[in-house]
Nanobody
């Protein structure tokens, strides 16, 4: 079993910042890519950013230049620093980890989500 637990969401004013964290635990041999997705009310879940095990990031155009993804492999943790937040960033944010188990199977695991609300 592998669990991903997010934290750091909340209510912030437009232009503000938040930092999300997601830590993986359980039966892990290695973690490959880790990423963040979000789902706004009435919309499909969309990809926000991801980062390879070597630290190479990729961003959706909507967040490029405002969000920064990073990871600490020793802690099995991925972060999302969100600056210059806009009301349209309001969503439930989910992290995903591509995990290789000790049995050498690779699975996608998801966290439970954390709410980010940008409003004045």
């Amino acid at each position: 079993q592998v669990q991903l637990v997010e934290s750091g969401g909340g209510l912030v004013q437009p232009g503000g910042s938040l930092r999300l964290s997601c830590t993986a635990s359980g039966s892990i041999f290695s973690i490959n890519a880790m990423g963040w997705y979000r789902q706004a009310p009435g919309k499909q879940r969309e990809w926000v950013a991801d980062i390879s095990s070597g630290g190479s990031p990729n961003y959706a155009d909507a967040v490029k230049g405002r969000f920064t993804i990073s990871r600490d492999n020793a802690k099995n943790t991925v972060y999302l620093q969100m600056n210059s937040l806009k009301p349209e960033d309001t969503a439930v944010y989910y992290c995903k980890g591509v995990v290789t188990t000790p049995q050498v199977y690779e699975y996608d695991y998801w966290g439970q989500g954390t709410q980010v609300t940008v409003s004045s």
